[in-house]
T-cell receptor, first 111, second 115 residues
Framework: GQSLEQPSEVTAVEGAIVQINCTYQ??????LSWYQQHDGGAPTFLSY????GLEETGRFSSFLSRSDSYGYLLLQELQMKDSASYFC????????????FGKGTTLSVSS | GAVVSQHPSRVICKSGTSVKIECRSL??????MFWYRQFPKQSLMLMAT?????????EQGVEKDKFLINHASLTLSTLTVTSAHPEDSSFYIC???????????FGPGTRLTVT
């Protein structure tokens, strides 16, 4: 089967740094994406890693280790508006097969 | 760029009726679109993959006669929920793959409530 594991909930305070981990087991792997979803909204794309290493985009960074089937999303300088669900998703081939999503991590940021 | 729209954003219908949801790629052509369903506090579950000009591919456990998908053009795919029941109430989200590369872009979703 195919599975992605990520913590169900994470809490933090404003200004802190949070890391959300994702381990995956899929029949194919082309890349790992991260999406943010606020209550009632659609997922919005945050980042994508196809190669090992760290990708930085502003306050958000994403890391991938293909040999460990592991990645994480790092959120820095947390703000209240970062409270949302975060999903990791695996692209299993280049041809555009739909993404396989993890169950999501609910991040709650308090003041 | 890369905008995907869905219509309607919210719909309430009575049990036994059918509902059509449209997914449009506004500024790019999408040979492939995907339909997901998401129940409250849960992940996105792929329902079907829609390819322009051909039959959709449904995931295991998804009734193709109940969830009719049509992808008649490079910018439009429709999902029709036939004979809707309260258990079909959910958030339906489409995504479209830009045929120039392989990025997927999500629509804003349609919240369906069946009474």
């Amino acid at each position: 089967g195919q599975s992605l594991e990520q913590p169900s909930e994470v809490t933090a305070v404003e200004g802190a740094i949070v890391q959300i981990n994702c381990t995956y087991q899929t029949s194919g792997f082309y890349g790992l994406s991260w999406y943010q979803q606020h209550d009632g909204g659609a997922p919005t794309f945050l980042s994508y890693n196809a190669l090992d290493g760290l990708e930085e985009t502003g306050r958000f960074s994403s890391f991938l280790s293909r040999s460990d089937s592991y990645g994480y999303l790092l959120l820095q300088e947390l703000q209240m508006k970062d409270s949302a669900s975060y999903f990791c998703a695996v692209r299993t081939n280049q041809a555009g097969t739909a993404l396989i999503f993890g169950k999501g991590t609910t991040l709650s940021v308090s003041s | 760029g890369a905008v995907v729209s869905q219509h309607p954003s919210r719909v309430i219908c009575k049990s036994g009726t059918s509902v059509k949801i449209e997914c449009r790629s506004l500024d790019f052509q999408a040979t492939t679109m995907f339909w997901y369903r998401q129940f409250p506090k849960q992940s996105l579950m792929l329902m079907a993959t829609s390819n322009e000009g051909s039959k959709a591919t449904y995931e295991q456990g998804v009734e193709k006669d109940k969830f009719l998908i049509n992808h008649a053009s490079l910018t439009l795919s429709t999902l029709t929920v036939t004979s809707a029941h309260p258990e079909d109430s959910s958030f339906y989200i489409c995504s479209a793959r830009d045929q120039r590369h392989y990025e997927q872009y999500f629509g804003p979703g349609t919240r369906l409530t069946v009474t």
